[in-house]
């Protein structure tokens, strides 16, 4: 499979929360907590649990930088 998106980090599942809909997915990347919301089915498709190994595939339209 190819991707468009390029910043592909390889993470942990820390925890998973559940709503109606989506769910909070967090991740622990070496140390850096990495937060995603996806719905509730794509959580159950890729049966995500916590401890599972993951990539994080980030691809934004905007990014910002506060000093």
């Given at each position: 499979?190819?991707?468009?998106?390029?910043?592909?980090?390889?993470?942990?599942?820390?925890?998973?929360?559940?709503g109606a809909v989506?769910?909070?997915?967090?991740?622990?990347?070496?140390?850096?907590?990495?937060?995603?919301?996806?719905?509730?089915?794509?959580?159950?498709?890729?049966?995500?649990?916590?401890?599972?190994?993951?990539?994080?595939?980030?691809?934004?339209?905007?990014?910002m930088?506060?000093?």
């Amino acid at each position: 499979m190819k991707i468009s998106g390029r910043n592909k980090l390889e993470a942990t599942v820390k925890d998973i929360t559940k709503g109606a809909v989506m769910a909070k997915v967090v991740m622990d990347y070496k140390g850096t907590e990495l937060v995603a919301a996806i719905t509730v089915d794509s959580v159950e498709d890729l049966k995500l649990a916590v401890g599972d190994k993951v990539t994080a595939l980030i691809k934004a339209t905007e990014m910002m930088i506060i000093k």
